[in-house]
């Protein structure tokens, strides 16, 4: 009887725990397709953004250059093909007051006083 017993919970754990995406538990098969498919997503964006592959890679060096290639490559085909024209990106991070001292209406104002 004990033995029957044991031999029924040993069988409903090991069902339970083989299941083990119900756990949120990832393979690395999972982890590897969910970060090929972010570097392509990075690829896309950043040629869609009309930034150069090297850029890209430079400003995600995490992730895989083969995948942000790829990634940069579909896109780029997908905008030739539908004749998109890209969104350029605003720059990256904010601004300092040091760097936008040099431009603008203010730098013409002053050569024009000169």
Same mark, same amino acid.
């Given at each position: 009887m004990r033995h029957l017993v044991l031999?029924?919970?040993?069988?409903?754990?090991?069902s339970t725990l083989a299941g083990c995406d119900a756990l949120?538990? @990832?393979?690395?098969?999972?982890?590897? +397709?969910? *970060?090929? /498919? @972010?570097?392509?997503?990075?690829?896309? +964006?950043? *040629?869609? /953004?009309l930034r150069g592959i090297e850029d890209c890679f430079a400003g995600n060096s995490w992730a895989g250059k083969a995948a942000v290639f790829e990634g940069w490559k579909e896109m780029d085909q997908y905008m030739r093909d539908n004749q998109l024209v890209g969104m350029p990106a605003d720059g990256g991070g904010p601004k300092t007051?040091?760097?936008?001292e040099g431009t603008g209406p203010?730098?013409?104002?002053?050569?024009?006083?000169?």
């Open positions: 031999s029924l919970g040993l069988i409903v754990v090991s949120g538990v @990832e393979s690395a098969t999972q982890i590897n +397709a969910k *970060r090929e /498919a @972010e570097a392509r997503a990075i690829g896309s +964006a950043c *040629r869609y /953004a007051g040091a760097s936008e203010r730098t013409e104002a002053r050569s024009n006083r000169s």
